[in-house]
């Protein structure tokens, strides 16, 4: 039976990579926050904890609470698979590659997310939107598939 230390120690000589994954992915969503509260907080007609029903894709205060809110909805669908895959063996490298390409597509999606005020569909954050999803799905898949066989 490995220790709590021992355990940690295997968690990162193995899946370093994905949980630098992980770690950028949260503090990505931790810095989304503060942008949309500072956003959120500079405005005139300030009310805390609510975004002004009159506001669209042209507000900054809506865009950035938006990306926030956006990036809180899909993280366990992708943290906690993530954490699964860890603990049940799954390759490695192959999930730390997937981590990446997922934390870089949601990066790209908050950036456009923030500069594109747009009501298009697809936009250009919706592609990436897009990368992120399939990242989940193929992690669904396959975290699906090493559980069954």
């Known amino acids: 039976m490995l220790s709590t230390s021992e355990f940690g120690q295997v968690m990162v000589s193995n899946y370093g990579g994905s949980l630098y994954a992980l770690t950028a992915l949260l503090v990505m969503v ?63 490298t192959w999930l730390s590659g997937l981590l990446w390409v997922y934390v870089i597509a949601r990066l790209i999606h908050m950036v456009l997310y923030y500069v594109i005020a747009t009501e298009a569909n697809p936009s250009p954050r919706s592609y990436f939107f897009a990368i992120g999803l399939l990242c989940n799905l193929i992690l669904f898949i396959v975290l699906g598939m090493h559980l069954v066989g």
Request: no cysteine; glycine share 6%.
């Open 30 to 92: 931790f810095v989304q926050s503060l942008v949309a509260m500072i956003a959120h907080r500079k405005q005139s007609q300030y009310i805390p904890g609510i975004v002004g029903t009159e506001l669209g894709q042209e507000s900054f205060v809506f865009r950035s609470n938006r990306t926030f809110l956006n990036s809180l909805e899909n993280l366990p669908l992708m943290v906690f698979p993530a954490l699964i895959a860890m603990l049940v063996g799954m390759d490695a």
